[in-house]
């Protein structure tokens, strides 16, 4: 096997365990303009993701692989998550990389993936998890990210989160491995 097959086939075991992961009863598709507005906790928010009431599959699994479109789906079923998300969104693609794999190792979270977003300088870090309400997954994102603030100027967003409206609660799929 090449190591591009390798990668494939590791990327696709990834896709299969997130996905199994995450709410697929429905999903999200990002539209080139806003599709409402939301109100929550008195602010407004104009997602540009549209809520598809049908469940996810694998023709729009490859349809975003292949970047016709951006599929995203629910990190909450019911309040309860079991995949906690780091979105690295910063010029320190390598610095963070490292950092979190230290910091990882540090507080023993063994069980995660790192991976490529839309663009190389976002980054996606899935963190599994046990089944656990909003709130406990919030307080564990809130230090984790306390850590990571020691080490990094703050260019990532924590989820899911209880100052955000359920549309907002959502990842995008990863394309690639990193490193």
């Avoid at 696709?12 to 995450?22: Q, S, W």
């Avoid at 080490?151 to 990193?178: A, D, F, G, H, R």
Wanted: hydrophobic letters at 35%.
């Amino acid at each position: 096997m090449t190591s591009n097959q390798t990668e494939a086939r590791l990327l696709e075991d990834i896709y299969t365990d997130l996905i199994a992961r995450l709410d697929t009863s429905h999903y999200y598709i990002k539209r080139a303009s806003v599709v409402e507005k939301i109100l929550f906790d008195n602010r407004s928010f104009y997602p540009k993701f549209e809520k598809i009431d049908e469940p996810f599959n694998d023709t729009l699994l490859k349809q975003h692989q292949n970047k016709e479109l951006i599929v995203a789906l629910c990190l909450l079923k019911d309040g309860y998550t079991n995949s906690l998300v780091i979105e690295y969104k910063g010029k320190e693609v390598k610095k963070f990389y490292y950092t979190i794999r230290q910091l990882f190792s540090h507080i023993d979270i063994t069980e995660y993936s790192i991976l490529e977003g839309k663009r190389e300088s976002h980054i996606q870090v899935f963190i599994k998890t046990k089944t656990i309400a909003l709130q406990e997954a919030e307080a564990k994102l809130l230090s984790i990210s306390q850590m990571l603030s020691l080490k990094l100027p703050k260019e990532w967003q924590t989820l899911p989160s209880t100052s955000l409206p359920l549309q907002y609660n959502i990842v995008t799929l990863p394309y690639k491995l990193l490193y």
